[in-house]
């Protein structure tokens, strides 16, 4: 059962690969015990008598608030999440050899500590909305993990620079993200008041690395598999807008763009396809709510960049 904060962090989760402690608000990363009972194994026999040991293959989702040190608004984002929102994204154009690879995770709560072998950036979801903070959801899957007490010693000291414990954060604010050119969007006047950049209440993006397991025997542990290949990515998003006035010539067909689309200035979208659906609100003054729909389909096997915040 996931666990997730009512105010504050559950917990730091330490990703190997990048060396460094993640503040997060939400838990629910799952390791199973990696035994099964099979069916009654013959005629007559009234409860199981029979279990066998199965891989042990950890897998969940972790929410990490995107943050910064100090208390000005517009001074970036910091750089260990600079460093994990590009990690989560491998391969790339400039780097098509490496792999969304967290390495071994650590996952520190009051009550328990997991560690997830051979980790790797299953999926990635950003979500915000107006006058609120923006949300990750990071999915991890491992080859192996395990559960263990939590002990005080396993924690870095406090005030330690590794965690940077001796500096506050501040969440990034909607606001603060940055929204790039979308082509075409001028053609459909109310929707962002003629402009070619949308303006968003609230926005969704999800990018789905799907990494294949490879359950092939592992000789250096029997009940892990033995890695992961990579899957076909997927790429989502969606941005809703709300505009004064009601929205004349809708577009009723997908509209392609050929470039770079800035997603909140967090990922660049290489090419895809973006389509809209519009409902007037009348009133005293009439307002137009639009669903911005964004697939990304690049030309090439590599359909996402960092953005102009990374």
Request: glycine fraction near 12%; charged fraction near 15%; hydrophobic fraction near 40%.
């Amino acid at each position: 059962m996931p666990i997730t904060a009512l105010t504050g962090w559950v917990g730091l989760a330490y990703l190997g690969a990048l060396n460094n402690y993640y503040r997060f608000t939400s838990d629910g990363v799952n390791i199973p015990l990696g035994i099964e009972v099979p069916e009654d194994v013959h005629l007559g026999q009234r409860v199981p008598g029979l279990y066998r040991y199965t891989v042990v293959q950890p897998e969940g989702d972790l929410g990490i608030p995107l943050i910064a040190y100090g208390y000005t608004p517009q001074t970036g984002l910091d750089p260990t999440m600079q460093s994990l929102l590009r990690l989560a994204i491998l391969p790339t154009a400039a780097l098509p050899d490496d792999l969304p690879e967290l390495g071994e995770v650590h996952i520190y709560r009051g009550d328990v500590d997991k560690m997830i072998e051979g980790a790797v950036v299953n999926r990635i979801e950003i979500s915000a909305q107006a006058n609120s903070r923006v949300d990750l959801s990071v999915g991890i899957r491992g080859i192996w993990g395990e559960k263990n007490a939590m002990l005080a010693t396993a924690l870095p000291v406090p005030g330690s620079t590794t965690a940077n414990f001796n500096d506050k954060v501040r969440a990034i604010h909607f606001n603060e993200l940055e929204w790039g050119t979308l082509p075409g969007l001028t053609m459909w006047s109310g929707i962002s008041g003629s402009s070619s950049i949308p303006v968003p209440r609230n926005c969704r993006l999800s990018i789905d690395n799907n990494m294949i397991p490879d359950d092939s025997w592992n000789p250096t542990n029997p009940r892990a598999i033995r890695g992961f290949a990579l899957g076909n990515q997927r790429i989502e998003g969606s941005i809703t807008v709300v505009g004064f006035g009601a929205v004349s010539g809708e577009p009723t067909v997908i509209t392609p763009w050929n470039e770079s689309y800035d997603f909140g200035g967090i990922y660049l979208l290489d090419n895809g396809i973006w389509s809209a659906s519009t409902v007037n609100v009348p009133g005293p003054s009439e307002i137009s709510v639009t669903e911005l729909t964004l697939t990304g389909m690049s030309a090439t096997k590599f359909g996402i960049a960092p953005g102009s915040l990374l």
